[in-house]
């Protein structure tokens, strides 16, 4: 099928085959110096049965141009941000500075081994020390660890750090109290990583308002189980919860902690801070809320903010200043330990502190301005083409349904794929959970006027296809390389890497 | 601020257009008492020229980053081939989210199918995943995974693995259930103990050892693998050095059932410990029970290949507390950095890569070994690390080789391990010249050995 040549549509090089049907034997795309010491004998220094015998059969064999036009025509079928809007809603897919790559790559940091001695490294542990105090301001909370790889690795960091104090604060005691609360809009990431720290989960219910049950809230405390409460705010619907202060209190009253899902702090740098308003323990996404690149699935950075109680739990080592210099503190006896080697992503720690200072503190608040009058701009756009199910102001994003539509046959997956035929990347969508066929628009700052005009333009031309041309949306994309894959059948008989021919048929 | 395409004036005309009177007026929902006053304790906005002196000023900093280096143990120096960081810098790349959307995302998904492939094929595994946070981390998730599977809840494990790595583990299992039994190394080889496959029963889930280990010996996984296999337990292999696997037996035709490597010697820079990137490879029959995002074949209406997220029942954001781990975000663009190492390296280049990080160990060691007073107490097989055992306390040799010689010597395993004072871990790449090795030589020789000669007559 790969020797069938298909005309130019809207890619260049739709043809591309994976690189190990491209491979040619005796092909070569590197050169290394000549060896410069006595070969010896392999036999001598490692002995035959711990060698490899296999002589790295069916690995690719290809030239250096063959690399360089494999990736750029495959690079070529990927939409991203620098082509325009990618409004994932709860992604805050940003501009990604080309100032915050340059300074990643700065050989001093670049070049630098994560075990050089303290004194040898002083610059770059400078670096994550600023960073630290830097988002300890933008938080309000006082102690931080930037040691987790991604959010949903601190998450599970915050909700460890919780465990451990509720078993330093309440010894034998501690072990009643094993129940997470998390609202039925949150992240999956948040029940999974409750599991991971011995968590059982209850699920606390929305109001029609799109904001969490406090009475409901209340009833699940009163049983004296609950270790804490995991929230997002604003919550993945885009709505602030405003009565955080007063959820916080019913969580502490109960002998609980209170865990925020930092997603969205998009909506709130510079404009309010997690830690004035009760919470005792954040993480933050330097890939969503500080512009490190998404990278098409990472790295993250997960860093995590919480009070002076709960700090003798962070993970070790703590980066800490004395005097004039930086140094790494081991001597943290109720750490809940490392949760990754070395010191964590700290190239998008780099990125991170370019983008602040970068920014200045009032850039900080004019992008929280613009990212959220941009989410508004939208809401007041499509209200009435489609279906807005919480009237009040949204924040940084804003969630809209397929209901008006469905009734034609029209559902969210095919409002989303017939938007990749008017140049826009699709929304969130069928996230959060609890809104039926949900589209969850989340524009950034990092879009202009116009543009977000002709999105509201693409999306009422949509509604108005789905009313009176069902069939054009619901077998949309029409502009794409490939068509809608059969994600069913992928699953039924999974196919997760490329196997020489022989070996294929003989499978 | 440049990064915002709307001007003042527009942003203003919007706020208008929504009936607002002013930005303030966009937080409401907010209550005013929660809402800050004045601006951040933060900087003020930088220039790009005052930006890019004062990091350059912070790098300069780090004396570290422009020595010779002997540094290795979980992070190494190789070399980079110019057109990996041409390739991850595409914008249509790095400025990417995870491909949700896979008509328009088929590069980015391509590439993990050839990425899963390559992880395969150099691990001897039968299914990768797209990519887990680092190396340690795809341990503590391997641990987790042979709890699944066996449903048994011991896990044993050799002091000879990367001591961070088993400081992760630690973490992860502390509320699963886990008994983490650790099982000291052989002083003699430098290798896992006999004791290890003694300490395996039916109560266990998994033996886990580090191939090559963190001084650098390489382990017999053959016969550790056939010890787990007898209990009914599996054998989950770590590498944090995955060049060796050019050269080495792929613990995949060992008999190992899960495999975890870093997989930063493919392209990635040293960068002080990250972004790395975690490869995680296993069994078919297991490949259910995978943690982690997996890039599966598919076809259109009109039988066009492709590529889509695939088995997503067992991730966190179908499965929610039940999910196989809680990990979304992973390593994509360092998992991209990896393909196109070894893509472009291919086949042969990284057996040669392999080969010289070997041969050149050798000469490193065997030359050492000869300096009176220095020795190498592990006898076992070595691929690029090897212990140097030294006259006097291995930081203070260490220091005075950095500052005097300006050679970052090794890495002292008293930050590991507090009995081996005069311990210390060499790495050798194909980076590293003959001329950078005979001055290690000359520099030990001068400063230490001659010193030894008269202390220790």
Known sequence: MTSEITKVTTHLSPNEQLIFERSQKGRIGYRLPPLDVEELPLDKLIPRNFQRDDDLESMPEVSEVDVIRHFVRMSTWNYSIDLGMYPLGSCTMKYNSRLNERVARIPGFANLHPLTDERDSQGALQVIYELQQHLIEITGLPEISLQPAAGAHGEMTGIMIIRAFLDARDGEGASKRRTMLIPDSAHGTNPASAHLSGFSVKTIKSTSEGLTDLDHLRELCAHGDVAGLMLTNPNTLGLFERNIQEICQIVHAAGGLVYMDGANMNALVGVARPGDMGVDVIHLNLHKTFSTPHGGGGPGSGPCCCTKALAPFLPVPRIVKSGESYRLDYDQPQSIGRVKAFFGNYGMMLRALSYILTHGNDGLREATEAAVLNSRYIAEGLTGTYEKPFSSPPMHEVVFTDKLQARKGVHTLDIAKRLIDYGFHPMTIYFPLIVQGAMLIEPTESVGRQELDQFIAAMKMIAGEALENPELVLTAPHTTRIGRLDEAAAARKPVLRWKPKAKADAA | ?457
Not at chain 2, 253 to 258: K, L, S, T, W, Y
């Open chain 2, 1 to 457: 601020m440049r990064y915002i395409p709307n001007s003042p004036e527009e942003r203003a005309e919007m706020l208008a257009a929504i009936g607002l009177g002013s930005a303030e007026e966009l937080f409401d929902s907010i209550p005013e008492t929660l809402r800050l006053r004045g601006l951040l304790n933060t900087p003020a906005a930088l220039s790009e020229i005052e930006l890019l002196s004062r990091f350059e000023e912070m790098a300069a900093r780090n004396a570290g980053a422009r020595r010779t280096t002997f540094l290795g143990a979980g992070a190494y120096s190789h070399y980079i081939p110019t057109i990996v960081d041409h390739v991850i810098s595409r914008s249509e790349f790095f400025t990417a989210y995870t491909p949700y959307q896979p008509e328009i995302s088929q590069g980015t998904l391509q590439t993990i199918f050839e990425f899963q492939t390559l992880v395969c094929q150099l691990t001897g595994m039968e299914v990768a995943n797209a990519s887990m946070y680092d190396g340690s981390t795809g341990l503590a998730e391997a641990v987790l995974m042979s709890e699944r599977v066996t449903r048994r809840s011991k896990i044993v494990a050799s002091t000879s693995v990367h001591p961070e790595y088993l400081e992760v583990v630690k973490t992860y299992v502390q509320h699963a259930g886990i008994d983490l039994e650790l099982i000291e190394f052989d002083n003699e080889t430098g290798q896992a103990g006999a004791t290890l496959a003694a300490a395996i029963d039916d109560e266990t889930a998994a033996v886990v050892v580090q191939s090559p280990n963190f001084f650098g010996c390489v382990e017999d996984l053959t016969t550790l693998a056939d010890a787990a296999h007898a209990r009914g337990a599996l054998l989950v292999v770590a590498i944090t050095e995955a060049i060796s696997l050019g050269l080495l037996k792929p613990p995949g035709a060992c008999g190992a059932d899960i495999v975890v490597a870093e997989g930063q010697s493919f392209g990635v820079p040293l960068s002080f410990g990250g972004p790395y990137v975690g490869l995680f490879a296993t069994r078919e029959k297991y490949a259910r029970q995978i943690p982690g995002r997996l890039v599966g074949e598919a076809y259109d209406k009109q039988g066009r290949r492709g590529f889509v997220l695939t088995l997503a029942t067992r991730e966190q954001h179908i499965r929610r507390e039940k999910a196989t781990s809680n990990i979304c975000t992973n390593e994509g663009l360092i998992a991209l950095a990896a393909t196109v190492y070894l893509e472009t390296m291919g086949r042969r280049g990284i057996q040669e890569v392999a080969q010289q990080c070997l041969q050149k160990t050798a000469y490193a060691s065997q030359r050492i070994a000869q300096l009176p007073g220095f020795s190498l107490p592990f006898s076992g097989p070595r691929f690029n690390e090897f212990v140097v055992r030294g006259p006097i306390a291995a930081s203070d040799l260490l220091s005075r080789l950095a500052g005097e010689k300006e050679i970052e010597g090794g890495i002292a395993l008293s930050r590991f391990f507090p009995d081996l004072k005069s311990d210390f871990l060499v790495c050798v790449t194909e980076t590293n010249t003959r001329a950078q090795i005979d001055a290690l030589i000359e520099a030990l020789t001068s400063l230490f050995a001659n010193k030894t000669a008269r202390t220790q007559p």
